[in-house]
Structures are given as structure tokens and as C-alpha cells.
């Protein structure tokens, strides 16, 4: 079940979700997030998850709040408030994905302290989070991911993206994750949000070590039809880029 409540600032809002996600709570919440934003242009979330119905149960309400993406892109800061371990872990990706907004997770008991977390102002966004790698074939894109994305990065992989697909029809890209701490379910969805033109995507190659990167991007792969994705650890590179070849 989801409910709403207020906040100190009238910029900020809070939920609880305890149980199942049912349909009546979300119906509310997107309409508090939606009056909030008419009313101040930004917003900012607290997410109190005491219980969840399941994986299944949060994926459905992950998948409501994308259906809307208008208000989630008018979040600039989201603290979740969890004793799951798999959601702190979520988190992790969502937050390297979601270059508008910043998030991050606090125990259930540490209320008082997301809450003065929400009402510091963000911070100014600056990157160095994305750096070009010569692959020594010009049909394909290098690109590793050393940090969080911010908008300016995406901006970036969007024009490079257009580039390839002007001279060769689609890009084929090498992704590899470097160093950026975070993990999570969401990856290939985030991907999906945060490239506005991903169908001009013929293959992904993603590099990394992380021990849930090949399993992500299996399930991703099921869920991107006309993009074919395949996850490399950082030992097998000259084998990523020959299957992009």
C-alpha cells in the first residue's frame, strides 16, 4: 500500500510504500508529485519503503513512476529510505543513470537525517564521467564510463551516436564500466531513458567485472527488441569488439 505525506518545505513529499503497490496509492502519489511540480518547476522525494510485495511488486511500481517521465525528470533529489539490501543495490544503478537527479539511501531509522539531506540544495552538476577509447575500427564507438552521468555526458553519447548512424546507418557501441561503484537491476532500462535515440543502436558490447553485469544485461537483452546486447568482462575485450565487428 502506498500513502503520501507532507514534508517541512513545500517543495519536498513524502511517501510510504508498505506491501504490495496497489493501484490507488500510485494514482495518488502521481498526482501529489504532479501538483508539487505545477507549483514549484522542481521537487524533491522522500521514499519511505518499509515493506515490498517482492521484486515483482517494486518493478511494477519502478515501471509506473517511467510512465511518467515528464514529473521523474522534475525530481531533482530522491532519498529512499530501505533495510532491503536488493533495493540499496537498485539504488546504486539508478542513481548513476538518472543524470537530472540526484539519489541516495539512508536505513529506515535514519529519517531525520534524508530528511536534511533533501533540504541541502543540489549539487552543481560538472563531469568527467565519459571518455571516447579508440577501438582502431572507425565503425565502432568506444566509450568507457568512469563516474556518475550527468546530463552534458548523455548530450555527448546522443550526438557521437547520430554521428555513426549518419555514416554507417546504426552505431555499434563499446560501453565499459569503470570504476563507478554502483550496481543494480535497472541498468539497461536507465540506458534506454537516458540515449533518446537507442534504435539507432545495432549492438552493445558492456564491459565490466561487476559480478551482476552479465545477468543484468541478459535480462536487458529480452527487453530491447532491435538492439542486440552482450556483457564482455574486462579480459575479454578483443572478443566484445569482434563480436561487434
Do not use: C
Not at 564507438?141 to 548512424?165: F, P, S
Amino acid at each position: 500500500m502506498i500513502s503520501v505525506f507532507p514534508l517541512s518545505q513545500s517543495n519536498l513529499l513524502g511517501f510510504t510504500l508498505d506491501g504490495e503497490v496497489d493501484e490507488e496509492g500510485i494514482r495518488k502519489l502521481m498526482m501529489a508529485v504532479e501538483a508539487k511540480v505545477l507549483t514549484h518547476g522542481k521537487l524533491r522525494l522522500l521514499g519511505n519503503i518499509k515493506s515490498v510485495g517482492g521484486f515483482q511488486s517494486f518493478q511494477t511500481f519502478w515501471n509506473t513512476l517511467r510512465t511518467k517521465k515528464e514529473l521523474w525528470d522534475k525530481i531533482e533529489k530522491y532519498a529512499i529510505l530501505t533495510d532491503h539490501a536488493w533495493l540499496t543495490t537498485l539504488t546504486g544503478s539508478i542513481d548513476w543513470l538518472t543524470p537530472r537527479m540526484e539519489i541516495k539511501t539512508f536505513a529506515l531509522n535514519e529519517g531525520e537525517l534524508a530528511h536534511a539531506w533533501l533540504k541541502i540544495d543540489p549539487t552543481p552538476q560538472s563531469s568527467e564521467a565519459l571518455t571516447e577509447i579508440d577501438l582502431g575500427d572507425t565503425r565502432l564507438l568506444g566509450l568507457a564510463i568512469v563516474g556518475k552521468m550527468q546530463v552534458a555526458d548523455y548530450d555527448r553519447i546522443n550526438t557521437l551516436i547520430e554521428e555513426q548512424a549518419a555514416k554507417f546507418g546504426q552505431a555499434r557501441i563499446m560501453l565499459e564500466v569503470v570504476n563507478t561503484g554502483f550496481s543494480g537491476q535497472a541498468l539497461l532500462e536507465d540506458i534506454k531513458a537516458g540515449i533518446k535515440n537507442y534504435k539507432n543502436v545495432e549492438r552493445m558490447a558492456i564491459i565490466g567485472d561487476q559480478a551482476w553485469l552479465k545477468t543484468t544485461v541478459k535480462l536487458g537483452d529480452l527487453l530491447t527488441p532491435g538492439l542486440e546486447l552482450a556483457a564482455f568482462s574486462t579480459t575479454e575485450r578483443k572478443r566484445a569488439i569482434a563480436w561487434l565487428s
